[in-house]
Structures are given as structure tokens and as C-alpha cells.
């Protein structure tokens, strides 16, 4: 079975930042911070403000949940239809074929 991660602006920290949220099959596991200055970004914010806002228990209880299950991203193998589409950190854990679909 083959599994999608997807990518979200949203608000994160009670609301005083805005990052890139990561999701497995629509659980947040992980995020990337966005530079200094993106709160200025008006299409950034109005993009946040479209979706819902997380807090580190979201990302910590996903990735708890993940990794029970055995099928966390960062720490299993798992078979991912757009591995392009994982943090950059990841991708060298996935070989070309994983990106070939």
C-alpha cells in the first residue's frame, strides 16, 4: 500500500508563526519554519488563515501515533506515492525509485 504525505501554511505556536505543515495521510508529523520576515507575506498569512492552526501536542501525538504504528516517515520505510514531496531532510532516506511512482 502506498501512502501521500501533503503540505500545509498554517498557523503554529498559538498562532505567532507560520509553517510549512507536513502530513501523512492527514496526520501532521513534522513542519518546516518559514524565514524571518514571512508574516509580512500577505499570500502566506491569507493561506494560513484558510487552514486550521496547530500546537506541538498535534505534532506530537501524530508522530507518536506514527511511530506505534510502525509507519513514521522518518524512522520507517514506508512506501510513499510522492516522496518528492517530504521535507528535504528526508528525501535522502528514499532512493529514486521512490520518486519514479
Given at each position: 500500500?502506498?501512502?501521500?504525505?501533503?503540505?500545509?501554511?498554517?498557523?503554529?505556536?498559538?498562532?505567532?508563526?507560520?509553517?510549512?505543515?507536513?502530513?501523512?495521510e492527514?496526520?501532521?508529523?513534522?513542519?518546516d519554519?518559514?524565514?524571518?520576515?514571512?508574516?509580512?507575506?500577505?499570500?502566506?498569512?491569507?493561506e494560513?488563515?484558510?487552514?486550521?492552526?496547530?500546537?506541538?501536542?498535534?505534532?506530537?501525538?501524530?508522530?507518536?501515533?506514527?511511530?506505534?504504528?510502525?509507519?513514521?516517515?522518518?524512522?520507517?520505510?514506508?512506501?510513499?506515492?510522492?516522496?518528492?514531496?517530504?521535507?528535504?531532510?528526508?528525501?535522502?532516506?528514499?532512493?529514486?525509485?521512490?520518486?519514479?511512482?
Open positions: 500500500m502506498s501512502y501521500t504525505i501533503t503540505t500545509k501554511h498554517v498557523w503554529y505556536n498559538e498562532e505567532k508563526i507560520i509553517v510549512k505543515m507536513y502530513f501523512f492527514g496526520i501532521p508529523f513534522t513542519f519554519e518559514m524565514p524571518d520576515g514571512h508574516l509580512y507575506d500577505r499570500d502566506l498569512v491569507a494560513a488563515n484558510k487552514n486550521k492552526s496547530y500546537e506541538i501536542e498535534d505534532v506530537y501525538k501524530g508522530s507518536n501515533y506514527m511511530i506505534m504504528e510502525s509507519m513514521h516517515p522518518c524512522f520507517d520505510m514506508v512506501e510513499i506515492s510522492n516522496a518528492k514531496d517530504l521535507p528535504e531532510d528526508l528525501i535522502p532516506f528514499y532512493d529514486e525509485e521512490d520518486f519514479m511512482g
